[in-house]
């Protein structure tokens, strides 16, 4: 048996079909036969280490959405999120939620930003655009 396999485990495995310039999916986790960590790589990645324009990771890079604990994304669900719209427990954002928030319009225990819904105070600019943003969904469910 190969020496080189002996030293890799975990899983990769990623579509044949692209999709700008990535493949369709990429699931990844593990260490491979040089010893160096993977990276999914894809339209849809999925791993430890994750980039793609929807991803779920440890830690990952996505062009539209992602998930995972330490994440970087426009749309981002993670422990530390970092994006336009930030959701988690430490979250950076233009719109962040969290146990601790930053943005121009924060909801948190802890917030900061011009716009703040935390326990302390209640600005009515963010109750307004909630009421929006649950009128965009329940549109979106009729349709």
Not at 19 to 38: A, M, Q, T
Not at 59 to 72: C, E, K, N, S, V
Not at 76 to 95: D, H, N, P, R, T
Not at 114 to 139: A, G, I, R, W
Request: net charge positive.
């Amino acid at each position: 048996m190969n020496d080189k396999k002996l030293n890799s485990f975990g899983f990769d495995k990623k579509s044949d079909k692209i999709i700008f310039g990535l493949p369709l999916y990429h699931i990844s986790w593990g260490v491979d036969e040089n010893k160096k960590l993977r990276t999914a790589k894809g339209f849809f990645a999925i791993g430890q280490f994750a980039t793609g324009y929807f991803v779920i990771a440890q830690f990952g890079f996505a062009f539209i959405f992602g998930f995972g604990q330490f994440i970087l994304a426009p749309i981002s669900v993670a422990q530390f999120s970092f994006g336009v719209v930030a959701i988690g427990q430490l979250s950076f954002g233009l719109f962040a939620i969290g146990q601790f928030a930053i943005g121009f319009t924060a909801i948190g225990l802890i917030a900061f930003g011009k716009h703040l819904f935390t326990p302390e105070k209640h600005d009515p600019q963010v109750l307004e655009f909630l009421k929006k943003v649950l009128e965009f969904f329940k549109m979106l469910i009729k349709f």
